[in-house]
């Protein structure tokens, strides 16, 4: 499958300074920058052909590709003052670089490059900036036998902070970790349809929120995201691999989820709507 990757906007949150114009999937994580750990991610699976969704600091992926070292993180041998590969990262894949704006919102630049997605029934997409080890091959299956038009990966909150539970005489009864809470963030990992832009309006404003987002959002996307007739299927990720549904559960290093959903149920029937007031700390 082709991957989309989104790598246009300011990413404010993740700047080096205010003189800083380095994009967020430019940022370093080792000798390469994060947009190359996710696209080794894809790779890793057999999907080698990319479409990059350039916008602000364009041009320091392209460089970043154009003069592409591979002896950085290759082993090889010099003879002769010339560098012989014995491995290669990047020669068998394909990067197209397509200038979507500098203001663009993320469903207009998906907009921008259906049409290198003609004949692609289904397709990848990313953020270019969330590192995960699911398991894409299971993500796609499960996308593939459903009816949905939209996939989304998601996770538990990724915050640290506290919710308070106070009673209406202002006693508090309980304090949860954000992280117990029946709440879900949109991760960043995307399989979709063609179907997708029969939803997506022109010079389109709204998209699914990243995970540092509110939950509220993403939710909030999912919903203006499905079309008539189909459902957008979340898939969601417990721990770095854990893959959770609606329907099964995969154990892994975060527990049985059955058994957390279970206590989220009877943690919530203990607490009346009328008697909560959650406040963050």
Known sequence: M???????????????GDASDVPKPMAMVGPRPLIWHVMRYYAHFGHTEFILCL????????EFFLNYQ???????????????????????????FVQTGLESAIG??????????????????????VLTDAPLPDMIERFTESDAGASMMVVPPQSSFHCVEMGEDGRIGALTPVSEMPLWENGGY???RQEIF?????????????????????????????????????SRNASSWTTRTRTETVRGPAGNAKRRARRDRARHRRRPADRRARRAL
């Open 2 to 16: 082709k991957v989309v990757l989104f790598c246009g906007g300011y990413g404010m949150r993740m700047r080096n």
């Open 198 to 234: 029969d939803h997506i309006p022109r010079a389109a404003t709204w998209w699914p929120t990243a995970a540092a987002s509110s939950p509220s959002a993403a939710s909030c996307s999912r919903t203006r995201t499905a079309g008539s007739g189909s459902r957008p299927t979340p």
């Open 108 to 129: 207009e630049r998906l907009r921008r490059v259906r049409p290198y997605l003609e004949g692609d029934e289904m397709f990848l997409a990313n953020y270019a900036d």
């Open 55 to 62: 916008g602000y600091g364009a041009h320091h992926i392209k």
């Open 70 to 96: 591979e002896t950085t993180s290759n082993d090889f041998v010099l003879r002769r003052g010339k560098a012989e590969l014995l491995s290669t990262d990047i020669a068998d894949w394909s990067i197209t």
């Open 190 to 192: 995307f399989v979709l």
